[in-house]
């Protein structure tokens, strides 16, 4: 086993890292479209946060290369069917980490923001949301990387990204392709969390909260 | 203190009266317990400073939250300068009363100025009268702008983070402060600070004051009048002289101390039990005198360290009055009121 495929192929690495960006990326965005507004829902309602979060963990156990199959009758093969499947496990993440992130705020904090005379709308955008936001983006980052390492899998229905080296190399006993693919995988997890956590630091509260410490 | 006023570059509105008229407070989930608040009249006055006290679950605090509709009456009315509250939406109301709670309950991820500029903010003023008038509120209570502007809450004591929240509350110039607890995390010695900071504050602003607290010294340091409440009642409503002299029941005699006779008068304002001076009197120089603010005890003190027959009482350096043992002794018996029917 070598580096060879990866060094002599860099080329064809790259593109199909940008493919796995691409896939990745879009199912994490449309998981956010939906998992917004199901956050802000069971954080309001802890009577149907319990029930919402146990669907989305059962959806999350589903074994990925049967969820994939069961999707090919009607959606087919390809990007589409990979997307749906990722953004639905990505779920779990999101909504369980919006929920309690918005839950989390300091009572106190929110009831000084009614009593400047704030409307709900604007003790939301202004204080719950901030200071909602690092346990949020922390749950963006498992789910981006979760997203990353099961996108390897949607190759298997021709989703493309950095599974087709893992899957050419299984089909041709090739084992630099999937010590290749690995490694790129790897590091577009690593590089991920390491944004995301960049993020976190860099919101008002984290920044304040440094403050106090120094 | 003059020159402060003149600083401000904006009058303060005019202060606000609040009529609470049969008030009666009930939540959802007491079944048919007692109501929290149980049919609460009082009036206070433009620019009062009126102290709610009484043990926890007394309905001090969900009194002084009804008034700026953090909740609403189950019935009775609420009258802000005699317009009923309710005709108001909430937190259009809420932008023109100040609202202080402990801690200061300051936003965390805001900046002091940050802060101090929220009620600005929602009112719509422009950058550069709101930066002008954080630096007059932060220069007021006692923090240089220089050095605090762009501090965190966290990086604050929490007598500083409570300054904040006073200067938040009193940016927009509200005819109305309400207060609950403020100074209750706060260790005694910022307490007492504060106190005076607040009383002092309300002499050259003069804006309506309700302050809620279980510390009967902090009520008598710092109120007009004072509304004593037990279970959702008002038991009591007078000058803090009146309740602890003429405490209306047991349960008012009670927490002023009335049978401790060095507690009432570690509580009674010497101002408020002194004799007058004759006009013309001469006081000989070598008269031990002391300043006030000043309650009864420390003046009791003196008169029994120095021997002299009465402690002159200065105000502002100049004699106004003066104390001796019987003018004491007769501040240090109660009487309890007979039982009234209201």
Known sequence: ?214 | MANQRAALSTDFNTATEIRIDHVVKRFDNDGDARPAVNNVSLTIEPGEFVVLIGPSGCGKTTLLKLINRLYDPTSGTIYIDGTPSQSLPGSELRRHMGYVIQQGGLFPHYTVAENVAVVPGLLGWDKARTGVRVDELLELVGLPPAEYRTRYPAQLSGGQQQRVGIARAIAASPGTLLMDEPFGALDAITRGRLQVELCDLHDRLGQTIVFVTHDIDEAASLADRIAVMREGRVLQYDTALNIIMRPADEFVANLVGADDNMRRLSLVSAAAVMSPLEIGEVIAPVEPAIDLPIRVLPVLNQLLESGAPRIIIRDAGAPVGYLDLAAIQAASVPRIQAQSTS
């Open chain 1, 1 to 214: 086993m070598s580096l060879d495929y990866l060094f002599r192929r860099w080329g064809r690495v790259w593109e199909l890292t940008v493919e796995h960006i691409t896939l990745s990326a879009s199912a994490v965005l449309i998981a956010l479209l939906l998992a917004v507004p199901l956050g802000v829902i069971a954080a309001r309602n802890p009577r149907i946060s319990t029930p919402l979060l146990g669907v989305l963990g059962a959806i999350y156990t589903i074994p990925s290369l049967a969820f994939l199959a069961l999707l090919i009758p009607s959606l087919g093969i390809g990007r589409r069917p990979a997307i749906v499947v990722l953004a639905a496990y990505a779920q779990i993440f999101l909504v369980r980490n919006i929920a309690i992130g918005l839950r989390g705020v300091d009572l106190a904090t929110m009831e000084a923001a009614t009593g400047t005379g704030m409307t709900r709308w604007q003790q939301f955008i202004k204080v719950r949301w901030p200071l909602a936001l690092p346990v949020m983006i922390a749950g963006l980052r498992t789910a981006s990387v979760t997203t990353i390492s099961l996108a390897t899998i949607a190759a298997w229905i021709g989703a493309g990204g950095l599974g087709t080296l893992l899957f050419e190399g299984i089909t041709r006993d090739d084992p630099d392709r999937i010590l290749a693919g690995a490694i790129a995988i790897t590091a577009l997890a690593l590089i991920t969390d390491a944004l995301l956590r960049l993020a976190v630091s860099m919101t008002a509260i984290a920044r304040a909260r440094r403050a106090g410490r120094a």
